[in-house]
T-cell receptor, first 115, second 110 residues
Framework: DAGVIQSPRHEVTEMGQEVTLRCKPISGHNSLFWYRQTMMRGLELLIYFNNNVPIDDSGMPEDRFSAKMPNASFSTLKIQPSEPRDSAVYFC?????????????FGPGTRLTVL | RKEVEQDPGPFNVPEGATVAFNCTYSNSASQSFFWYRQDCRKEPKLLMSVYSSGNEDGRFTAQLNRASQYISLLIRDSKLSDSATYLCVVQTSGNTPLVFGKGTRLSVIA
């Protein structure tokens, strides 16, 4: 079981550049979540998908952020243009969608540094 | 007011000590409660669910007080390997996202 896969693991870029983060959820999981974690704000939900459909993107900080899920096995989070305050760890997580709780599994995260 | 609030710590305790973490949540509609553990530079992982009657898993005991909207985690006989950040998590229903507290950092010292 490969778990949730994220790439890249580390990204260092300059302000103004486009950044694309990638996520492959666990096979069979139909809910996918993008979180951002910083020391100041903790773990914040940015957006989540059920069955590849965006359900709630109210956590996306600005129009510079966008996310897609073209199919059940792939999602991207894009920042364009990037700014230094976007520096954080970005986690993708997946779980089975259902009426009773199913454990949510996180990927290893992408550590983004914007200079 | 933050939806889930925790004391950020750090809690520095000697091996063998008992340590308790507390958490409060603001949404009275919350139905499910959990503790996640996050090691340094790693992803969060589920430690245990929290049930209304309270539950125990080895050295770990979780309690829920719905009236006070309060959750606790007790760790007995602390081990060095317990050093991590403990995240309090709530959920409104099975289909909604998890809401995380900022975490409480624990350092167990030899």
């Amino acid at each position: 079981d490969a778990g949730v896969i994220q790439s890249p693991r580390h990204e260092v870029t300059e302000m103004g550049q486009e950044v694309t983060l990638r996520c492959k959820p666990i096979s069979g999981h139909n809910s996918l979540f993008w979180y951002r974690q910083t020391m100041m704000r903790g773990l914040e939900l940015l957006i989540y998908f059920n069955n590849n459909v965006p359900i709630d993107d109210s956590g996306m900080p600005e129009d510079r952020f966008s996310a897609k899920m073209p199919n059940a096995s792939f999602s991207t989070l894009k920042i364009q243009p990037s700014e230094p305050r976007d520096s954080a760890v970005y986690f993708c997580a997946s779980r089975e969608k259902g009426g009773t709780y199913n454990e949510q599994f996180f990927g290893p995260g992408t550590r983004l540094t914007v200079l | 007011r933050k939806e889930v609030e925790q004391d950020p710590g750090p809690f520095n305790v000697p091996e063998g000590a008992t340590v308790a973490f507390n958490c409060t949540y603001s949404n009275s509609a919350s139905q499910s409660f959990f503790w996640y553990r996050q090691d340094c530079r790693k992803e969060p992982k589920l430690l245990m669910s929290v049930y209304s009657s309270g539950n125990e898993d080895g050295r770990f005991t979780a309690q829920l007080n719905r009236a006070s909207q309060y959750i606790s985690l007790l760790i007995r006989d602390s081990k060095l390997s317990d050093s991590a950040t403990y995240l309090c998590v709530v959920q409104t229903s099975g289909n909604t996202p998890l809401v995380f507290g900022k975490g409480t950092r624990l350092s167990v010292i030899a």
